[in-house]
């Protein structure tokens, strides 16, 4: 289902509901990252150092903002109790996690599970199946309802979910809605819990980028809205760096319907492409020190930034073209806030060397995220 016409009109019957939503739980993803700053004053031990397991409390604040805007639904994946592993909220997360798992063991080495059952890929199947089974009774309540809504002609427009938006399209397909919920929730949770991770931790290795970031957001306590994020320029800068650096999806992939030429080589329809995308945003021909985190060069000069004037395709962490990432804008955007949140109360340091991506499908940072949150008084 993922190529082809039937999934562009799929694509599209997402995509532009999507934005709406997102406005519309603005003020819920702000109350989400709050949430995550109130977890980490939990867990931290006495020399204020998050546990080892600190990645999975970052998975758990995306699939908060995840739900919320896909289900309408706050799920209590940070509550300060816990969650039960019995829970629906727990299985699907025990599901997730599971599923990831079993993708990455899958996707090592030769592809046994080609031929055989093999028993990565029977986690993954049972796993998925978790997973499937939680959504679905999301499903079904949201189709319940939507019906009693109808019937009691109540105005559909208000608050209404991104599911429930997708429902109401009649040229969509139940079975192509789970599809789509579950491409967001196993792909785009761990992009965007890989992004945040790298992100606490190049601003923990760069004190003088932090204090730059402080300064910024700072401006901004109290009630935050869109517009301010839209100011937020040094901390925009240090999100699309650090994508430029250590990007979760290092690789994108094609499968031509066409024969195309590229640079007088003629490639034949059927062909399957690979781009190195990560390689080339590592160009020094493109990036001048590239290897470090420099959140300025994205920066025009009156902000202190060199104002580089980059070529479009340098540095391409969504993709580009109609099967780029659809959700972009929701991404940069939690991000920004809970960033913003975080930092207003925080400051971040790791003493455990150098982190790296694993850069394999689902990319995971190699080394636990014990980050240290000191707390600004
Ligand atoms: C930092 C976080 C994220 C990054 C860097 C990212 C990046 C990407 C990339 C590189 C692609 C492939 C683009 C291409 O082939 O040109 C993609 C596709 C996609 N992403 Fe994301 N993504 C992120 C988070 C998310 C989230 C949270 C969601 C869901 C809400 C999401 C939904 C999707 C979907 C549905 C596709 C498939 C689009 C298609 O095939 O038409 N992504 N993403």
Not at 35 to 59: A, G, H, M, S, W
Not at 319 to 338: Q, S
Request: net charge positive; proline share 4%; aromatic share 10%.
């Amino acid at each position: 289902l993922r190529y082809g016409p039937d999934w562009e009109k799929l694509r599209k019957s997402v995509e532009q509901p999507l934005q709406k939503v997102v406005s519309q739980q603005f003020d819920k993803i702000v109350a989400i990252s709050e949430e995550f700053t109130e977890r980490i004053l939990t867990i931290r031990n006495k020399q204020e150092e998050v546990p080892n397991y600190f990645k999975n409390e970052i998975y758990k604040w995306c699939l908060e903002c995840l739900c919320s805007v896909t289900l309408n639904k706050k799920l209590g994946f940070l509550d300060l109790c816990g969650l039960s592993s019995t829970s629906d909220p727990g299985r699907l997360l025990d599901g997730l996690i599971g599923a990831t798992k079993a993708i990455r063991k899958c996707e090592y080495g030769f592809h046994l599970w080609k031929f055989m059952e093999t028993p990565a890929w029977k986690a993954l199947v049972r796993n998925c199946g978790i997973i499937d089974g939680v959504l679905d009774k999301h499903i079904q309540r949201a189709m319940s309802n939507l019906r009693e809504r109808k019937d009691k002609r109540s105005n559909l427009d208000n608050n209404i979910s991104l599911l429930e938006v997708l429902l109401l399209k009649e040229e969509v397909a139940a079975e192509d809605v789970m599809t789509v919920l579950l491409d967001m929730f196993l792909i785009g949770i761990n992009a965007t819990a890989h992004t945040v991770a790298f992100i606490f931790y190049h601003l923990a290795r760069n004190p003088r980028c932090q204090i730059k970031l402080y300064e910024e957001i700072r401006q901004f306590e109290g009630n935050l809205n869109k517009e301010d994020v839209n100011k937020m320029k040094y901390l925009n800068a240090c999100i699309k760096e650090t994508l430029r650096l250590d990007p979760p999806i290092p690789i994108l992939s094609r499968h031509l319907n066409n024969d195309i030429v590229i640079n007088h080589y003629l490639i034949p329809k059927g062909t399957h492409i690979l781009f190195a995308t990560h390689l080339n945003s590592m160009r020094e021909e493109y990036f001048e020190d590239a290897l470090k985190f420099k959140p300025e060069r994205w920066l025009a000069n009156e902000l202190g930034g060199f104002g580089n004037d980059f070529q479009v395709f340098a540095s391409m962490p969504f993709g580009h073209g109609p099967k780029a990432c659809l959700a972009k804008e929701l991404v940069e955007l939690e991000i920004a806030l809970l960033l913003a949140k975080v930092f207003q109360k925080f400051k971040i340091e790791y003493n455990y060397g150098d982190m790296q991506s694993s850069n394999e499908l689902l990319a995971s940072p190699t080394k636990p995220l014990k980050f240290r949150f000191i707390h600004r008084i």
